[in-house]
């Protein structure tokens, strides 16, 4: 009786090993050159072999040639430009101007474009959002303990963010801010 037992468990368990092997084993190729294409191609003019999608971001040597690339005249506050050391200039989707600047370690993301609404492409949740009058306008402050990490504003048809990496006090947002 054990030996019939163990016989069928052999068996058994060779039956299942030779199902496991035949389903990983090579798929048979199929003639799809009838079937649609559902999926368009994705290109960027460049190699058809390695086709990527378009970087939406185009870097500039200079601030007037990135404006060059833009459909309106971009304003950039005066404190930044006198007080920060300017880094990266950019334009991405042919409609934002995204300036960054730093100053004692500090980055700081300017951006502005056509339109209102949050440009800074940061999402984050933070303790504590605002809104406050510094010279005329409405700044809507993102932070926590009474400092600024986010400053977002809307102005004549335009939208303003300022993003800091070390979050700055309300003294120093504001001489950024009227400076524009």
Known sequence: MKNMLKKALVGTMLAATIFTLAACGEAKPTDDSNKPNDTPPVTDGGDKQNPQ??????????????????????????????????GQIAVI??????????????????????????ISGD?????????V???????????????????????DGMAYSLTF?????????????ESL
């Open 53 to 86: 999608v378009p970087n939406p971001t185009e870097i500039y040597q200079s601030i007037e040639d990135a404006m060059a690339a833009l459909s309106f005249e971009a304003k950039i506050p005066a404190a930044l430009a006198d007080e920060y050391e300017q």
């Open 93 to 118: 989707n042919k409609k934002v101007l995204e300036v960054t600047y730093t100053k004692d370690g500090n980055m700081v993301v300017y951006r502005t474009a056509e339109g209102e609404g949050d």
């Open 123 to 131: 999402y984050t949740e933070y303790a504590q959002t605002n809104t």
């Open 133 to 155: 009058t510094i010279g005329e306008y409405e700044v809507e402050t993102r932070g926590s303990d009474d400092t600024v990490s986010i400053a977002l504003w809307n102005a």
């Open 165 to 177: 990496g070390q979050a700055v006090t309300a003294e120093a947002l504001d001489a950024i801010v």
